[in-house]
């Protein structure tokens, strides 16, 4: 079964059937004769590669990235820009992004600049990527571990969102896509969250079992539906789709350190989950989150990813990337909060002390 979701600038289509939904596009009577060029990095060319090619025409060229954030760059935009053009990409080709976030991210970025922005098509083949980052045309890249700096908005023809690439996905890949679904439910779904916590509550433990699974991927649509509501009204981010960012102001100060000093750096997923708690923290200080619910969802979060205290060392250093980041302005800490679950709101100039207190409450409750 299909179902269309209208995230407002394209469609997102989640399925059982992704090659149905790729037979159509292709042969739809307005597709042309277009070439095909499929970006995957070396996991997705491994691991789903071989699902998707024998739906594509026999011609389609192939252009491969090493996987990570720490190829999240503009050289392998370069790289990928030179073989496109080798391989005689033209304005009527079509790139399917065949991959997670850091994929679909770059492969959009490059193909949105590309002899001044050719279409291209998402697959999503990571949880993360299903319910956040294919979806409202986020594109770009990494600047010197300073997240996602470079890029620009630019929508994708369509999303295909199957379950079946999630088989092979790793564990820890799981729960960065869950951070995700978290975020959603605490934005936008207060049914979402009322699921992820029983279910957490009676899976404590780090392999993520088969039933707890399938309820993540029974929830993948309801996810991608929030997030699809909230683009839909505001593709540019100039007011609610800011709320998406719930967690990020912290977490991606978090990742950008972590990138830039850590031998094994933090997954996007643990870093959004402490920013959750600091973040939530912040909204029982200055937007009247109820406490109790902090307590809650700060344990659920902690027990369902196994979380690294932040070292006081690194407080301040944290502090000056979360000014640098897009989000802030002239110096300016802005962060989205939470008056309950399912109402965030914006706050502006918060302060650093505050900050500080929120990553000592987050140290406070990891054990
Ligand atoms: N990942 C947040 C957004 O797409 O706005």
Not at 99 to 125: C, E, Q, S
Not at 135 to 140: N, V
Not at 235 to 240: D, H, L, Y
Request: hydrophobic share 45%.
């Amino acid at each position: 079964m299909n179902t269309i979701i209208n995230a407002g600038r394209h469609d997102i289509v989640v399925t059982n059937d992704f090659g149905s939904i790729i037979n159509d596009m292709l042969h739809h009577k307005d597709a042309g004769n277009r070439s095909i060029f499929v970006i995957a990095d070396e996991h997705t060319q491994l691991h789903c590669l071989p699902l998707l090619s024998g739906f594509l025409p026999a011609t389609f060229h192939l252009i491969v990235i090493k996987p990570g954030e720490i190829n999240k760059n503009l050289q392998t935009c370069q790289a990928v820009w030179e073989q496109l053009l080798e391989k005689g990409a033209d304005r009527n080709a079509l790139v399917i992004n065949l991959g997670g976030g850091m994929v679909t991210d770059l492969g959009g970025f490059v193909a949105a600049t590309y002899k001044r922005g050719i279409h291209f098509v998402n697959i999503p083949t990571s949880l993360l990527g299903m319910v956040d980052a294919s979806c409202g045309g986020k594109t770009g890249v990494d600047l010197n571990h300073y997240k996602n700096m470079i890029g620009l908005f630019s929508f994708p023809e369509k999303v295909i969102v199957d379950p079946v690439f999630l088989k092979t996905l790793p564990d820890n890949e799981w729960k960065n896509g869950v951070a995700e679904i978290i975020k959603h439910g605490l934005i936008a779904d207060t049914q979402i969250l009322e699921v992820l916590k029983n279910e957490i509550k009676n899976n404590r433990s780090d392999n993520l079992t088969i039933s707890l699974k399938e309820i993540i991927v029974d929830m993948i649509e309801k996810a991608i539906q929030v997030k699809a509501a909230i683009v839909e009204k505001d593709p540019f981010e100039k007011n609610e789709r800011m709320f998406l960012n719930l967690g990020h102001t912290v977490g991606h100060a978090l990742e950008t350190l972590s990138l830039s000093q850590d031998e094994i750096a933090l997954s996007h997923g643990e870093a959004i989950a402490t920013g959750m708690i600091c973040e939530l923290h912040l909204s029982m200080k200055l937007s009247g989150f109820p406490h109790d619910d902090l307590s809650t969802i700060s344990s659920i979060i902690s027990d369902f990813f196994p979380l690294r205290k932040i070292r006081d060392a690194a407080f301040q250093e944290l502090i000056h990337i979360i000014k640098a980041d897009k989000k802030s302005s002239d110096g300016a800490i802005n962060c989205v909060l939470l008056r309950k679950v399912g109402e965030p709101v914006i706050f502006k100039n918060i302060s650093a002390d505050l900050l500080l207190e929120s990553f000592h409450f987050y140290n406070s409750v990891q054990k």
